[in-house]
């Protein structure tokens, strides 16, 4: 978890990866990159603590599986979320990166891809959005009207809780 009370954003999503969590810095490598893209904002304003909370789904790298990372641990969201989420002044959106996060959150019988394309019916509470991930590329290749039509929605909706 890295934040502060104060922070207007909490990015909720699987586990850090391999990169990031060698490092200690969370969305420190090419999903960050693509992830700060998708918001539209600088590494300065992602990483002022004030601005962005995050909270991973599992805590740890879970490890690498045959496409991808391993899913996240899951005793750690019922264990460890609400314990987090209560010590924050009321964060004013949270973004649900990829399934994980999503289903845990959003609890409806969408998939990831419905829950994007429909994502104005979940704000201004949530956000959810696809995995960043390079190793994403065939979603992404599949449904070229996420980055087309809905970046300009979220990065309004990002700035306008930023300005706030």
């Known amino acids: 978890m890295a934040g502060s009370k104060k ?3 909490i990015l909720i999503s699987q586990a850090p990866g391999r990169i990031a969590h060698n490092k200690s810095i ?6 960050g990159n693509k992830l ?10 992602f990483y002022n603590p004030n601005n962005f909370a995050i909270l991973p789904m599992s805590f740890c ?3 690498k599986a045959k496409t991808g990372d391993i899913p996240p641990l899951k005793i750690c969201a019922p264990t460890w979320h609400q314990k987090v989420l209560t010590e924050l002044e009321r964060p004013n959106l949270n973004i649900l990166i990829g399934k994980y ?3 845990y959150y ?5 998939n990831l891809t419905q829950r994007v394309r429909q994502l ?3 704000l201004p509470e949530y956000l959810p959005l696809p995995h960043p991930s390079p190793t994403n590329r065939f979603w992404k290749a599949k449904n070229p009207w996420f980055e087309t039509n809905m970046l300009t929605i979220i990065q ?3 700035q306008s809780v930023l300005n706030e």
């Open 7 to 9: 922070s207007k954003i």
């Open 26 to 31: 969370a969305w420190q490598d090419a999903s």
């Open 36 to 45: 700060r893209e998708w918001l539209g904002v600088s590494n300065a304003t």
């Open 61 to 63: 790298y879970p490890g």
């Open 101 to 103: 996060a999503q289903d």
């Open 106 to 110: 959003l609890k409806d019988q969408l």
């Open 120 to 122: 104005e019916k979940y």
């Open 156 to 158: 309004q909706n990002i």
